[in-house]
Structures are given as C-alpha cells and as structure tokens.
Nanobody, 119 residues
Framework: QVQLVESGGGLVQAGGSLKLSCAAS????????MGWYRQAPGKQRELVAT???????TSAESVKGRFTLSRDITKNTVYLQLNSLKPEDTAVYFC?????????????WGQGTQVTVSS
C-alpha cells in the first residue's frame, strides 16, 4: 500500500502564491505516477498536473504557465508551486499516486488540503 501525506495550502489573495507538498510512503517503488487533482464545491474532481515515473508532466490548460509540478525522487515527494492564483483556483487539492501497472493498478489519494483564493 501507498500512503500520501500533504502539506501546504491555505488562504491567499488573488495574484499570490502557495506551495503544496505531498510525500509518499509504503510501496513507493510501485508508484507509476504522482500528481495533484482538485475539487471545487459542486464540481467534479479534476486533474491539475501529474508526473510519470519517467518524468513526463501533464497539466490542465487552466494552470499552464501558473502552476509548476516538480519532484524529489530521493524523498518520494512531489511539489506543486501555485503562482498567479485566481479565485477560481479555490478548491480542495488532493495528492494522487497511481500504483502499479497502467490498467491493473489503483489510485491512492491524500486527505486533501484546502486552497482558498480571495478576490
């Protein structure tokens, strides 16, 4: 099993910045990809950005140029730098890891961290 522990988040004014961290533990050698999703009130959970084992990054169009996903392999940790935040970025941000072979694995989730952007 893989466990994910998130940190960061909080309240920030529009145009501000935050940094989220997510540390994985457990069967980390089985992790295929890690990243972040978010869920705003009344909306479905959506992809923010992910990075594969090989280092390929995928991100939502709405965050390109503003959010940066990075990782420290030695610490099994991913970071999401959120810049130029907008009120519409307000959501609970969930760390995600896909564990195992694609199509045969499972999604592990963190507990979520609130990001609130005031106008």
């Amino acid at each position: 099993q893989v466990q994910l522990v998130e940190s960061g988040g909080g309240l920030v004014q529009a145009g501000g910045s935050l940094k989220l961290s997510c540390a994985a533990s457990g069967s980390t050698s089985s992790i295929n990809s890690m990243g972040w999703y978010r869920q705003a009130p009344g909306k479905q959970r959506e992809l923010v950005a992910t990075i594969s084992r090989g280092g390929t990054t995928t991100s939502a169009e709405s965050v390109k140029g503003r959010f940066t996903l990075s990782r420290d392999i030695t610490k099994n940790t991913v970071y999401l730098q959120l810049n130029s935040l907008k009120p519409e970025d307000t959501a609970v941000y969930f760390c995600n890891a896909y564990v195992g072979r694609v199509g045969y694995g499972y999604n592990a989730w963190g507990q979520g961290t609130q990001v609130t952007v005031s106008s």
